[in-house]
């Protein structure tokens, strides 16, 4: 899958990674419908990036967390 090309399939499926990879409890609030291709290149940046990390801190879900939000439409 490539995952460099905007396309509402691969927003659906980072979506999907970061709620497993987070074992996010509110996965309403994690809706791919929720998320549009405008501002894909910093979804796909933070899918990255928490794909790298084992684990996290409180205060760095916080900040995922926070950034997810403001890449809601």
Known sequence: MD???PSKENVQYIIEQ???KLRMVN???MR?????EGNY????DL???V???DNFSP????????????LRK
Do not use: C, H, P, W
């Not at 290149?41 to 796909?44: F, K």
């Not at 205060?59 to 403001?70: D, F, P, R, Y």
């Open 18 to 20: 970061l709620k497993d």
């Open 32 to 36: 791919s419908d929720n998320f549009g």
């Open 51 to 53: 794909m790298k990390r």
């Open 59 to 70: 205060s760095e879900m916080q900040a995922i967390v926070a950034e997810l939000g403001s």
């Open 41 to 44: 290149e910093d979804l796909y």
């Open 3 to 5: 995952l460099t090309t």
């Open 27 to 29: 996965v309403d609030a």
């Open 47 to 49: 899918y990255t990036m």
